[in-house]
């Protein structure tokens, strides 16, 4: 398919690189691709960044009909822009959109599509140490239409946004909350797919995390609330003696690509890397036992978010001294170091745009 491009007529001023925070600016042009069930995905096109016009009975404002993706474009010291693993978000996207009945995308020409995009925009690829261009593709259902179906028009958008250091005040230890009173997502649902949705499941019991002074909810599965699932927007990965655990994808999980990393990197090493069920009570018992080493999340926007305290109804867990364990320190620099291109990719991980 062709790609439209309109320019935008005025530019921007850029953002100072060291004073990038998280998702507040966005870059002078977004990609834009409508599908209806005649044509399918048709009329692609690179736009000046703006607001859309929606009907307000579109079908997304209502039932949430929605998929997205996160991903980041970095500035190695050559000046170059790579990205980390695309092809696995748009793989993921591809799930989520099997998931909540939108038509699929062709993989190839979103990488395709979203490189011309950052080529476009690659001034806007910020170079101060660990800053990054945040990429978020995005899905929404667009028929003007009240009533409880799947959408039969559909817009696909990506949205830049230059981002700062996660840990601008040095790489920093977070305190979560096991909570037993709310789920996010149960097996059978949508927890496996990246939508809306589940960040709306998530806000009530997160911001009785936030009163009670954590930064965020490690959930239980929503069955028996027994097992441990994730945190927040991170997947969770325990080191219980010489074993590094993560819980095993179960349906109810979002597949994180730093998840991947983490677990192919631990195996590239020669670690005991472990995906499978894991209560909270196993996590409790070996942190009585002296056994629970390190606790820290995966995801994108932080790669690596050590924890350094965790509370399961009245029990404070301190973990480790509370400070930055060796474990979270030495994938945190691997995976950056693959990211930014300062360091060999034995896995064929980064992709030039
Ligand atoms: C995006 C996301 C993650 C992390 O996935 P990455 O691909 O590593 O960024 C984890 N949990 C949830 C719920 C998410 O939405």
């Not at 037993?180 to 995390?209: C, I, Q, W």
Request: glycine content about 10%.
């Amino acid at each position: 398919m062709e790609i439209t491009i309109t320019k935008a007529q005025t530019l921007k001023s850029k953002p100072d690189d060291s004073k990038l925070g998280f998702g507040t600016l966005f870059t002078d042009h977004m990609f834009n691709m409508d599908c209806d069930l005649g044509k399918g995905w048709n009329n692609p096109r690179i736009e000046p960044y703006g607001p859309f016009q929606l009907d307000p009975s579109t079908m997304v404002l209502h039932y949430g009909q929605a998929i997205f993706e996160g991903l980041k474009g970095y500035r190695t010291p050559d000046g170059e822009i790579q990205l980390f693993r695309p092809r696995e978000n748009f793989a993921r996207l591809n799930r989520s959109a099997r998931g909540l009945c939108i038509p699929e995308l062709d993989e190839g020409f979103l990488l395709e599509s979203l490189k011309e995009l950052l080529r476009m925009e690659k001034d806007w690829v910020p170079s101060a140490p660990e800053t990054s261009l945040y990429i978020r593709p995005t899905v929404i259902s667009t028929d003007p239409f009240l009533g409880v179906r799947a959408s039969h028009t559909y817009r696909y958008f990506v949205i830049l946004s230059p981002v700062g250091a996660y840990y601008a005040e040095g790489f920093n230890p977070v305190r979560i909350l096991v909570t037993k009173d709310h789920v996010r997502a149960v097996r059978g649902g949508l927890g496996e797919f990246k939508t809306p949705g589940n960040y709306a499941a998530s806000l009530y019991a997160g911001e009785m995390a936030h009163r009670e002074g954590f930064a965020q909810v490690l959930w239980l599965d929503g069955v028996e609330q027994k097992y441990v699932e994730e945190v927040g927007s991170m997947n969770i990965f325990f080191v219980i003696d010489d074993e590094i655990v993560t819980p095993m994808l179960n349906g109810s999980i979002l597949p994180g690509v730093t998840r991947d990393s983490v677990l192919a990197l631990a195996k590239h090493w020669g670690m005991k890397a472990t995906e499978r069920r894991i209560t909270i009570d196993e996590v409790a018992d070996a942190h009585a036992g002296g056994a629970l080493k390190e606790v820290f999340g995966s995801g994108t926007a932080a790669v690596i978010s050590p924890v350094g305290e965790m509370k399961y109804g009245d029990k404070l867990f301190k973990i480790g001294d509370g400070g930055v364990g060796p474990m979270s320190q030495k994938f945190f620099e691997a995976i950056k170091d693959i990211q930014y291109g300062h360091a060999e990719d034995p896995f064929g991980w980064v992709e030039k745009i």
